[in-house]
């Protein structure tokens, strides 16, 4: 039914009597999820279930608050949970390319470290004077004085075995060396070579028995060498078992109920004792001098050969309470699985245990890593990284380049850790679908879906709840506290936000930005508190700092480059009403749209999808027009006419179905020859039966044509038509309720295409008569006659 507003529909009010405060510094508040309820139970559901395959994917809209809110629930659920193990890599003993992981409970994994480094420094100090004492030495060179009789007495015989076979002996260190004896002297190379043949052939034989001699010789040689170091090193190890058993013994003990870290411990036990020398200081003031200002430094082949003892502690939990939270914002390959680190001596790479370094999924693991998607996906194998973590449930560190191109560069291969780690990852609605599409994985990894909506309801709940959030930031921001109309003004800046009068806007963000503004207005005051006008203030500033475009196309309509009527009557024209949204700022301008009529058989013509300009949406809307036309009139006759319809001036094309009865009422016009009031503009969609139906961006289409009319001059006569179910969209500036309530402006709601035409033209639609006729004076008989006209003289072509 045709009906126009009254001032009082076209926005939501709020009376700062109900807020229940004069200023937010009467607020006692805590930080709270407002209005995602949904949302809410969700997260809360999805962090408490530990099954494999529940990670969660908060999704919505920017600015909803889905990063805070989904950080603040899951530091809350990790407060409540167990801290998780320390985790450190060690050297292994049997394979040293593949360095071992050691789990311990937080904490003990740094006592573990220090008590390593502890040991090996006691060792250091307490092992070299133990073989440096006369004892010792004595017991050494004993049994090296034995060894050397032993290797004399063989030498001495063979010596004289030699001799009676005329041959000399050189010993040196790397053997035993005989030279023919001729006439009782040791001859040269030359005098052998002048021998005769058969002096020759003399020598020679008894040169291969004195050689077999020699080899048994040195054998035997070897065999006291092998049993000498065996002694030596027996005697090494029980003078060093004691010190080392020790020590390593009480670690032993600490660690008991930890098989891990007791087998461990008794390799590094065993490693020490069967290199016990190398705690030995070597002699020379230099060596003295590095070993006392580098304990850990023995030089041997110029590497440091108690390294492999040393303890890397890749998550260190001794500070953490409860579970970790993780927010990270580059989710590179490297950040995530860690990345192991190399020396570079001349142009060779070296690499160790030592240098592994953690990732975020070690320091996350046992809790919660939360990461943008779209971070994720713009990252180089990162994605891949977190689907295969969550699939195999091990963490397994490979350099980016061994990953990529399956060539091993690394020199060790780290035992994969054990995950155990909740992913949250935060995106958009499309980033979702997408991955549910095109990863079969993801549905199976991502069981949990929070959606975070852009609205809330406006009731008594959540309007507290947006002043606590004022309040909030007033504490965080320090900035100066709002008063009840300021903060009454906000919620009504909410609402237009959400485009709904029982709505307020979810997007958090924004409202951020209105309260930092108007705070910064009422600093630049001196203001002691933040009142309504600085609030109003920031909004229109804000607008002013991003309607420059906007501004530009007014001065166009305005010194008439484009043509726009907001008085008269035309036949075939009328004001249609356009949202331009720039992403920051959205607005509507009236747009003209024409429609021509005349003989033919073209039907209707969308000169905008003849120009490939016009979307599929519009396509659609014009299509349900013309089934409309032939339900309305070609019932009796066929419809045989051109008509087209065309956007004016439009040169950067059109979507949307809401200016498809705005395109009817041209076209009706054009046919009945009935001309339409411009001091009127029109928006909304129809059905083929005629029924007017709800579209977007209401408030701006409003506030579009009124800004012109505004601007040209109120006349009394002018307003916006919309559909009826828009009604409870609008919350339209208080100038366009004041225009509304002088009478200077008017907004009508409709829910049929006839009370649309009726009000255009000033001339009543029609009804069908029971002979199926309408009265010749209506718009539709008019329509119907021109129509028969048409149709006529086609035939009679």
Same mark, same amino acid.
């Given at each position: 039914?045709?009906?126009?507003?009254?001032?009082?529909?076209?926005?939501?009010?709020?009376?700062?009597?109900?807020?229940?405060f #004069?200023?937010?510094?009467?607020i006692?508040?805590?930080?709270?999820?407002?209005?995602?309820?949904?949302?809410?139970?969700?997260?809360?559901?999805?962090l408490?279930?530990?099954?494999?395959?529940?990670?969660i994917?908060?999704?919505?809209?920017?600015?909803?608050?889905?990063s805070?809110?989904?950080?603040a629930f899951?530091?809350?659920?990790?407060?409540?949970?167990?801290?998780?193990?320390?985790?450190?890599?060690?050297?292994?003993?049997?394979?040293?390319?593949?360095?071992?992981?050691?789990?311990?409970?937080?904490?003990?994994?740094?006592?573990?470290?220090?008590?390593?480094?502890?040991?090996?420094?006691?060792?250091?100090?307490?092992?070299?004077?133990?073989?440096?004492?006369?004892?010792?030495?004595?017991?050494?060179?004993?049994?090296v004085?034995?060894?050397?009789?032993?290797?004399?007495?063989?030498?001495?015989?063979?010596?004289?075995?030699?001799?009676?076979?005329?041959?000399?002996? +050189?010993?040196?260190?790397?053997?035993?060396?005989?030279?023919?004896?001729?006439?009782?002297?040791?001859?040269?190379?030359e005098?052998?070579?002048?021998?005769?043949?058969?002096?020759?052939?003399?020598? !020679?034989?008894?040169?291969?028995?004195?050689?077999?001699r020699?080899?048994?010789?040195?054998?035997?040689?070897?065999?006291? #060498?092998?049993?000498?170091?065996?002694e030596?090193?027996e005697?090494?190890?029980?003078?060093?078992?004691?010190?080392?058993?020790?020590?390593?013994?009480?670690?032993?003990?600490?660690?008991?109920?930890?098989?891990?870290?007791?087998?461990?411990?008794?390799?590094?036990?065993?490693?020490?004792?069967?290199?016990?020398?190398?705690?030995?200081?070597?002699?020379?003031?230099?060596?003295?001098?590095?070993?006392?200002?580098?304990?850990?430094?023995?030089?041997k082949?110029?590497?440091? @050969?108690? !390294?492999?003892?040393?303890?890397?502690?890749?998550?260190?939990?001794?500070?953490?309470?409860?579970?970790?939270?993780?927010?990270?914002?580059?989710?590179?390959?490297?950040?995530? @699985?860690?990345?192991?680190?190399?020396?570079?001596?001349?142009?060779?790479?070296?690499?160790?245990?030592?240098?592994?370094?953690?990732?975020?999924?070690h320091?996350?693991?046992?809790?919660?890593?939360?990461?943008?998607?779209?971070?994720?996906?713009?990252?180089?194998? !990162?994605?891949?990284?977190?689907?295969?973590?969550?699939?195999? %449930?091990?963490?397994?560190i490979?350099?980016?380049?061994?990953?990529?191109?399956?060539?091993?560069?690394?020199?060790?291969?780290?035992?994969?850790?054990? =995950?155990?780690?909740?992913?949250?990852?935060?995106?958009?609605?499309?980033?979702?679908?997408?991955l549910?599409?095109?990863?079969?994985?993801?549905?199976?990894?991502?069981?949990?879906?929070?959606?975070?909506?852009?609205?809330m309801?406006?009731?008594?709940?959540?309007i507290?709840?947006v002043?606590?959030?004022?309040?909030?930031?007033?504490?965080?921001?320090?900035?100066?506290?709002?008063?009840?109309?300021?903060?009454?003004?906000?919620?009504?800046?909410?609402?237009?936000?959400?485009?709904r009068?029982?709505?307020?806007?979810?997007?958090?963000?924004?409202?951020?930005?209105?309260?930092?503004?108007?705070a910064?207005?009422?600093?630049?005051?001196?203001?002691?508190?933040v009142?309504?006008?600085?609030?109003? +203030?920031?909004?229109?500033?804000?607008?002013?700092?991003?309607?420059?475009?906007?501004?530009?196309?007014?001065?166009?309509i305005?010194?008439?480059?484009?043509?726009?009527?907001?008085?008269?009557?035309?036949?075939?024209?009328i004001?249609?009403? =356009?949202?331009l949204?720039?992403?920051?700022?959205?607005?509507?301008?009236?747009?003209?749209i024409?429609?021509t009529?005349?003989? /033919?058989?073209?039907?209707?013509?969308n000169?905008?999808?003849?120009?490939?300009?016009?979307?599929?949406?519009?396509?659609?809307? @014009?299509?349900?027009?013309?089934?409309?036309?032939?339900?309305?009139?070609a019932?009796?006759?066929?419809?045989?006419?051109?008509?087209?319809?065309?956007?004016?001036?439009?040169?950067?094309?059109?979507?949307?179905?809401?200016?498809?009865? @705005? #395109?009817?009422?041209a076209?009706?016009s054009?046919?009945?020859r009935?001309?339409?009031?411009?001091?009127?503009?029109?928006? %909304?969609?129809?059905?083929?039966?005629?029924?007017?139906?709800?579209?977007? %961006?209401?408030t701006?289409?409003?506030?579009?044509?009124?800004?012109?009319?505004?601007?040209? /001059?109120?006349?009394?006569?002018?307003?916006?038509?919309?559909?009826?179910?828009?009604?409870?969209?609008?919350?339209?500036?208080?100038?366009?309720?004041e225009?509304v309530k002088?009478?200077?402006?008017?907004?009508?709601?409709?829910?049929?295409?006839?009370e649309?035409?009726?009000?255009?033209?000033?001339?009543?639609? %029609?009804?069908?008569?029971?002979?199926?006729?309408?009265p010749?004076?209506?718009?539709?008989?008019?329509?119907?006659?021109?129509?028969?006209?048409?149709?006529?003289?086609?035939? #009679?072509?």
């Open positions: 039914m045709l009906r126009e507003l009254d001032y009082t529909e076209l926005k939501k009010n709020i009376d700062p009597q109900i807020l229940g #004069e200023t937010t510094a009467q006692s508040t805590t930080p709270e999820i407002i209005g995602q309820s949904r949302a809410a139970a969700t997260l809360q559901f999805g408490n279930i530990k099954a494999k395959g529940y990670s994917y908060v999704s919505g809209t920017p600015g909803t608050g889905r805070t809110f989904a950080k899951a530091c809350a659920q990790a407060a409540k949970e167990r801290t998780p193990s320390d985790l450190c890599y060690v050297y292994n003993f049997e394979n040293p390319k593949c360095p071992k992981v050691l789990e311990l409970p937080a904490g003990s994994g740094k006592a573990l470290k220090e008590q390593m480094d502890e040991l090996i420094n006691r060792l250091l100090n307490e092992l070299p004077p133990l073989f440096a004492n006369r004892e010792f030495e004595a017991q050494k060179s004993e049994i004085k034995v060894y050397q009789e032993q290797r004399d007495s063989v030498i001495k015989i063979i010596t004289e075995e030699a001799r009676e076979q005329n041959f000399g002996v +050189k010993n040196t260190n790397s053997g035993i060396y005989f030279m023919p004896i001729v006439d009782g002297e040791v001859i040269s190379e005098q052998y070579d002048a021998l005769s043949q058969e002096q020759k052939d003399v020598i !020679s034989t008894d040169s291969e028995f004195i050689q077999k020699a080899s048994e010789a040195m054998r035997q040689i070897k065999e006291y #060498e092998r049993q000498t170091r065996k030596v090193e005697m090494e190890y029980s003078i060093g078992l004691f010190a080392v058993g020790r020590h390593i013994n009480a670690i032993l003990f600490e660690y008991a109920d930890h098989p891990q870290v007791v087998s461990y411990l008794l390799s590094v036990k065993e490693d020490i004792l069967e290199h016990i020398e190398d705690f030995a200081v070597e002699d020379g003031d230099e060596e003295e001098g590095m070993q006392s200002y580098l304990p850990w430094y023995n030089k082949g110029g590497e440091d @050969v108690f !390294s492999k003892y040393k303890i890397n502690l890749v998550t260190d939990n001794s500070r953490q309470e409860g579970a970790p939270v993780i927010v990270d914002f580059n989710p590179t390959y490297a950040n995530l @699985v860690g990345e192991i680190e190399y020396d570079n001596e001349f142009g060779n790479f070296s690499t160790d245990f030592m240098k592994i370094k953690p990732g975020l999924l320091k996350a693991n046992g809790g919660y890593l939360i990461l943008q998607a779209h971070d994720v996906l713009a990252n180089y194998h !990162s994605w891949e990284t977190i689907r295969r973590v969550l699939l195999t %449930g091990e963490i397994a490979e350099p980016a380049r061994e990953y990529a191109t399956g060539i091993a560069v690394s020199g060790i291969k780290p035992q994969p850790i054990k =995950a155990d780690v909740k992913v949250i990852l935060i995106g958009t609605e499309l980033l979702y679908e997408l549910y599409e095109y990863d079969e994985d993801f549905q199976k990894l991502f069981k949990i879906r929070a959606d975070f909506d852009c609205e309801q406006m009731n008594d709940e959540n507290s709840s002043c606590k959030f004022i309040k909030n930031f007033v504490d965080k921001e320090k900035a100066p506290d709002f008063d009840a109309e300021a903060a009454a003004k906000v919620i009504e800046m909410s609402a237009r936000l959400a485009e009068q029982n709505k307020m806007s979810a997007r958090f963000n924004k409202i951020s930005e209105l309260l930092a503004e108007s910064a207005w009422a600093q630049m005051e001196d203001a002691p508190l009142q309504e006008r600085h609030v109003r +203030k920031a909004i229109f500033e804000q607008e002013r700092r991003l309607n420059m475009y906007e501004e530009k196309l007014t001065e166009m305005e010194d008439g480059t484009i043509l726009i009527d907001t008085e008269g009557f035309k036949v075939g024209q004001n249609g009403l =356009a949202v949204d720039m992403g920051d700022y959205a607005f509507a301008k009236p747009s003209r024409t429609a009529s005349y003989v /033919g058989k073209a039907g209707i013509v000169i905008e999808k003849e120009a490939d300009m016009s979307g599929s949406i519009h396509e659609k809307g @014009v299509q349900v027009l013309i089934g409309y036309l032939g339900q309305t009139y019932q009796d006759f066929p419809l045989s006419l051109s008509c087209r319809i065309c956007f004016e001036q439009n040169y950067s094309g059109i979507d949307g179905d809401s200016a498809s009865s @705005v #395109e009817l009422y076209v009706m054009s046919l009945s009935i001309p339409i009031n411009q001091s009127l503009a029109v928006t %909304g969609s129809m059905n083929q039966r005629g029924e007017i139906q709800p579209i977007g %961006g209401v701006y289409k409003i506030e579009g044509f009124f800004d012109l009319c505004s601007k040209r /001059g109120l006349t009394g006569g002018q307003g916006v038509i919309i559909p009826k179910s828009n009604t409870p969209d609008l919350m339209l500036r208080d100038e366009v309720a225009a002088a009478g200077l402006f008017h907004i009508y709601s409709i829910e049929t295409v006839d649309g035409i009726e009000l255009l033209t000033g001339v009543p639609a %029609g009804v069908m008569n029971e002979k199926g006729k309408y010749s004076d209506t718009v539709h008989g008019k329509v119907i006659r021109r129509l028969k006209d048409f149709y006529r003289k086609a035939i #009679e072509e």
